[in-house]
């Protein structure tokens, strides 16, 4: 599975748009993008994936560059419950098991 | 659904004492995984098992054992705890193989050994 970098750590205030990045210039073209956050003491929750369109659904936006190199998650009004560390993991389409690679990922801090 | 459960959540163990973290789903998934998280890192992969009867060995398998006996059911096994086991213990599921599906996961066991 192909490497991604994040930055350790972003701040956003509350009921503005959260945009994290992700760097991962080595994905190959059967890999997808998939965004999971965890909140404190909490299991990991996905949050959404895409493969080269941009993808949204009730909890976030995904933009994938066209070269597939980066992508940007979007949450649209941040609140505090968004208060989590945000994996960006890159994650081969076909094969038997699908493990998913965890890094360090991004802690968002959302405030007042 | 109750979705993924584990059991306890929390254990305090002794160096070389035995304990078993138990896993259950019941969303029907074949796919079942073991991660650990230390302290400020990610999660890194124990086991998985792609069904019943079949598991197979993740990043950190060493000192660990598991089975999938039934679909529902992955307990996984620590037989003589050491202090580098502490961490916390998620488990995971997912229904298909490949990218395009996600994994759900447990709320944890935290381990503490001394």
């Known amino acids: 599975d192909a490497k991604t970098t994040q930055p350790p750590s972003m701040d956003c205030a509350e009921g503005r748009a959260a945009n994290l990045p992700c760097n991962h210039s080595t994905i190959s073209g059967n890999e997808y993008v998939y965004w999971y956050r965890q909140i404190h003491s909490q299991g990991p929750q996905y949050i959404i994936h895409g493969l080269k369109n941009n993808e949204t659904n009730e909890m976030a936006s995904l933009i994938i560059t066209e070269d597939r190199k980066s992508s940007t998650l979007i949450l649209p009004h941040a609140t505090l419950r968004d208060t989590a560390v945000y994996y960006c993991i890159v994650r081969v389409r076909g094969g038997t098991a699908s493990k998913l690679t965890f890094g360090t990922g991004t802690r968002l801090q959302v405030t007042l | 659904n109750a979705g993924v459960t584990q059991t306890p959540k929390f254990r305090i163990l002794k160096i070389g004492q035995s304990m078993t973290l138990q896993c259950t789903q019941d969303?029907?998934?074949?796919?079942m995984y073991w991660y650990r998280q230390d302290p400020g890192m990610g999660l890194k992969l124990i086991y998985y098992?792609?069904?019943?009867?079949?598991?197979d060995k993740g990043e950190v398998p060493n000192g660990y054992n598991v089975s999938r006996s039934t679909t529902e059911d992955f307990p996984l096994r620590l037989e003589l705890a050491a202090p580098s086991q502490t961490s916390v213990y998620f488990c995971?599921?997912?229904?298909?193989?490949?990218?395009?599906?996600?994994?759900?996961f447990g709320p944890g066991t935290r381990l503490t050994v001394l």
């Open positions: 969303m029907n998934h074949n796919y």
């Open positions: 098992s792609v069904g019943a009867g079949i598991t």
């Open positions: 995971a599921s997912k229904r298909l193989a490949g990218g395009d599906n996600e994994q759900f």
